[in-house]
């Protein structure tokens, strides 16, 4: 079985920064890419930044240029930092991994159970 586990979520002012993670466990042969979505409220899953193995990136629209997104294949986690934060980033937000188990060769999806955000104004 697979598991994601982010941390670093919280509370920051307007304007600060935040860090989070996301550790990948389990058995888990090859990590293909790992990123994070958010969910506000009464609003759909965005993406918010992705990185697959080889470094490729995408961010979303609402970030470009406030998150820089980093992944350790050989550890399979994932690290993002938020820089200036906005009210409007407030959310929940989800790691993504798609990881290939031990015994396949199939790539999965694989989420994490969120971690809220929350930046006061």
């Known amino acids: 079985q697979v598991h994601l586990v982010e941390s670093g979520g919280g509370l920051v002012q307007a304007g600060g920064s935040l860090g989070l993670s996301c550790a990948a466990s389990g058995s888990i042969w090859r990590l293909g890419a790992m990123g994070w979505y958010r969910q506000a409220p009464g609003k759909q899953r965005e993406l918010v930044a992705r990185v697959t193995r080889s470094g490729s990136t995408d961010y979303g629209d609402s970030v470009t240029g406030r998150v820089i997104i980093s992944v350790n294949n050989v550890e399979n986690t994932g690290w993002m930092q938020m820089n200036g934060l906005k009210p409007e980033d407030t959310a929940v937000y989800y790691c993504?991994?798609?990881?290939?188990?031990?015994?396949?060769?199939?790539?999965?999806?694989?989420w994490g159970q969120g971690t809220q955000v929350t930046v006061s104004s």
């Open positions: 993504n991994a798609v990881l290939t188990p031990l015994g396949t060769e199939i790539p999965r999806d694989y």
